[in-house]
């Protein structure tokens, strides 16, 4: 199964997908060290001042405590659903159906934090936002390190190493018939990186234009709240009707590669990935129960 690792800005998407993009043992560990996680993974990119860090600690336990009430019960159905499917081979509106679900988890969770995402960007100043750019920078050199350079040949087998790297963390080991199968799925599916790291830089582009309206306009709160679900939106969906395409394209081959992935698997690697999934909702009822304490 493919579920591969995301990493954003966007403070809230963090929140949403903790539980589907880490490979960690234990759900529950990271989860309950959300705050810490967040609080060192956003310092990163944006390099808070005392202030901030004041506010973050503020403004975190709330929200985290209102993700775990609203947003884990919703994930701990959807894990359900996808278990339930993996008695068979997911159909290829299936595997759309589970790249629609997560992108709608991050949304849900990017609501409850726009207002302190809000509070937060209007404390942006004029250096932060040149540190967060020197970031880009610096993840967009490793980006390209890791997918740009080389033959096609080179490219396409990094990429089919971390997609066999993810699918046995769900199946267990594969056969080298299911991998050659993989790989012919691979060369089929996935996207131009050239074209991915295009639109890369344009989602870097469209934060940093934003932050530095922001910064230097300081518009009402709910200005700044329109303005970032617009940016929102704009990642999510594109905003040229090329991009928008792409965008569309992008989630049809996640899923098309996610079905035809569980197509490989004998009955014994679904039933682990089945064990798999009921351990991390095995977890999640876990987090939620432990709201009342």
């Given at each position: ?132 750019q020197n970031t880009f920078n610096k993840l967009n050199i490793k980006f390209q390190n890791d997918y740009l350079k080389g033959s096609a040949e080179d490219r396409l087998s990094k990429r089919l190493e971390k997609i066999i790297e993810r699918t046995e963390a769900f ?20 996207l131009d990186m050239q074209i991915v790291y295009q639109t890369r830089i344009f989602k870097q582009q469209l934060i940093l234009s934003t932050l530095k309206k922001i910064s230097s306009e300081q518009p009402t709160l709910p200005q700044v709240k329109t303005l970032l ?65």
């Amino acid at each position: 199964m493919v579920i591969s690792k995301t990493r954003s800005i966007l403070i809230s998407l963090a929140l949403s997908l903790t539980f589907l993009i880490s490979s960690c043992s234990s759900i529950q560990i990271a989860y309950n060290q959300a705050d810490f996680l967040l609080k060192w993974w956003l310092d990163d990119y944006l390099d808070f001042t005392d202030e901030q860090e004041k506010f973050y600690a503020q403004a975190i336990p709330p929200l985290l405590k209102k993700h775990r009430q609203e947003e884990l019960p919703k994930a701990l159905q959807k894990l359900r659903q996808l278990r339930a499917k993996l008695d068979k081979p997911l159909s290829e509106e299936d595997g759309t159906l589970v790249v629609h679900e997560i992108k709608t988890l991050s949304k849900e969770s990017i609501y409850l934090a726009q207002d302190d995402l809000a509070k937060l960007v209007l404390t942006l100043d004029v250096k932060q936002i040149q540190y967060l750019q020197n970031t880009f920078n610096k993840l967009n050199i490793k980006f390209q390190n890791d997918y740009l350079k080389g033959s096609a040949e080179d490219r396409l087998s990094k990429r089919l190493e971390k997609i066999i790297e993810r699918t046995e963390a769900f199946s267990g080991d594969l056969s080298k018939s299911q991998k050659s199968q993989l790989k012919d799925i691979a060369k089929e599916y996935l996207l131009d990186m050239q074209i991915v790291y295009q639109t890369r830089i344009f989602k870097q582009q469209l934060i940093l234009s934003t932050l530095k309206k922001i910064s230097s306009e300081q518009p009402t709160l709910p200005q700044v709240k329109t303005l970032l679900n617009q940016l929102f939106t704009e990642i999510e969906l594109g905003s040229t009707t090329e991009q928008k395409e792409f965008e569309k394209k992008r989630d049809l081959h996640s899923g098309i590669i996610l079905s035809k992935t569980t197509e490989l698997l004998d009955q014994s690697q679904r039933k682990k990935a089945q064990e798999k999934i009921r351990a991390w909702e095995n977890e999640l009822q876990t987090l939620i129960q432990q709201k009342t304490k």
